[in-house]
T-cell receptor, first 117, second 113 residues
Framework: EPEVTQTPSHQVTQMGQEVILRCVPISNHLYFYWYRQILGQKVEFLVSFYNNEISEKSEIFDDQFSVERPDGSNFTLKIRSTKLEDSAMYFC???????????????FGAGSRLTVL | QKEVEQNSGPLSVPEGAIASLNCTYSDRGSQSFFWYRQYSGKSPELIMFIYSNGDKEDGRFTAQLNKASQYVSLLIRDSQPSDSATYLCAVNLKNFGNEKLTFGTGTRLTIIP
């Protein structure tokens, strides 16, 4: 089964620093997402992306966040000036069909753990 | 506000018994429903999806949907220690198209050997 890959798996940064989290979605998928999960809490939607533009974003996704698809394979989440409360696991996901699943199923990457000190 | 509610648990079930996990959702327009399993420190992985009222079985797992009651459940038969995880209910407003999944807080399940 194809996978969504994310890098880095863990990043530690100082408050106020910029962070870029990278994702390679499944190659034939067209819809891309970022979710985050603060330790012990629920998986929260951040943003969805389709046809090279944001299709929906949550209240969490403020001006400090941006997403980009710089080429045909990568999908990135940038946090411009990290805050302590940005510490969380960030999951990239893509939506599309596969050999064993229908087209509207989200497939998640392994996650990038961000620790802001 | 579109909400998905789950009992956070923990739910403890003896090995070999049936585990029953429940979820309610607030938006009557919801079209598709998913159960994901999440091991500690890992990403969610799909267990089941269901679109129509009734039961859907896949191996030891059965998903049940009742749209009139806005209720979806997951039954795990012959529970194994490897089933110990957090189970996330997720709801999508549309069957297809660019729509996000909204997740519940998850139910932590522990299978007791």
């Amino acid at each position: 089964e194809p996978e969504v890959t994310q890098t880095p798996s863990h990043q530690v940064t100082q408050m106020g620093q910029e962070v870029i989290l990278r994702c390679v979605p499944i190659s034939n998928h067209l819809y891309f997402y970022w979710y985050r999960q603060i330790l012990g809490q629920k998986v929260e939607f951040l943003v969805s992306f389709y046809n090279n533009e944001i299709s929906e974003k949550s209240e969490i996704f403020d001006d400090q966040f941006s997403v980009e698809r710089p080429d045909g394979s990568n999908f990135t989440l940038k946090i411009r000036s990290t805050k302590l409360e940005d510490s969380a696991m960030y999951f990239c996901a893509s939506m599309g069909g596969g050999a064993t699943r229908p087209a509207n199923v989200l497939t998640f990457g392994a996650g990038s753990r961000l620790t802001v000190l | 506000q579109k909400e998905v509610e789950q009992n956070s648990g923990p739910l403890s079930v003896p090995e070999g018994a049936i585990a029953s996990l429940n979820c309610t959702y607030s938006d009557r327009g919801s079209q598709s429903f998913f159960w994901y399993r999440q091991y500690s420190g890992k990403s969610p992985e799909l267990i089941m999806f269901i679109y129509s009222n009734g039961d859907k079985e896949d191996g030891r797992f059965t998903a049940q949907l009742n749209k009139a009651s806005q209720y979806v459940s997951l039954l795990i038969r012959d529970s194994q220690p490897s089933d110990s995880a957090t189970y996330l209910c997720a709801v999508n407003l549309k069957n297809f198209g660019n729509e996000k999944l909204t997740f519940g807080t998850g139910t932590r399940l522990t299978i007791i050997p």
